[in-house]
């Protein structure tokens, strides 16, 4: 069965040239030309990767992004923006709303379905390890609670509560200014306690990390 790649344009012409592309190499693709069509359409059919533009009517790809994100089923599904917004400012704030690549408009169709596949075979590896672990997780969790009832991990990792917090609404799929607001925290105080947070649980991303709570029970 084909994977599902959708994208979100208000450009006919690169729904289509994109989609044609795609679709000969693969893939099944949905189009949508602005994000509220995108979001129905995610619920839907449940792409497995969303190639989305900034720029569109009615909702634009960050406001869509954020809510996609919201979803729990959701949280690590790969998204590509595809922007002319080329500037160091957007491409963070669209890394801090989870998205996984930034290519800047003109881009070469080569190129975006190579960051397609690569994203689509990591997404491929989190599922799978995914799906191991919830297997032997009922048995590791007897174990560790005769061992500790606290949890080991969570031990070793030495969080503090205000990491705990941060780590729990990053699960939930917020956004870091989402966070501070909610903590009231300033931006960079936000960024301080993610970093730490990666480097606790020696992980590269955000991804990862989300995993890796919702993996090992850091999180509700």
Known sequence: MPLTVLIADDDFGIRLSIGDYLEINGYSVITAENGKQALALVEEY??????????????????????????PAFRLLPVIFLTERISTEERIRGYQLGCDNYLSKPFELA???????????????????GEQGREGEAERGEREKGKDGDG?????????QR????????????????????????HRTVEKYVTSLLRKSDRT???????FAMENNLVE
């Open 46 to 71: 449940q792409p497995h990767l969303i190639v989305s533009d900034i720029n569109m009517p009615e909702m634009d790809g960050y406001e869509f992004v954020r809510r996609v994100r919201l979803r």
């Open 111 to 129: 190129e975006l379905g190579a960051v397609i596949r690569s994203l689509l075979e990591r997404y491929a590896l989190i599922v799978r390890a």
């Open 152 to 160: 080991i991990i969570e031990k070793s990792l030495n969080l503090t």
């Open 163 to 186: 990491e705990k917090d941060v780590l729990q609404l990053l699960t939930d799929g917020l956004s870091n200014a989402s966070i501070g607001e909610r903590l009231h925290l300033s």
């Open 205 to 211: 991303n955000r991804a990862e990390l989300v995993r």
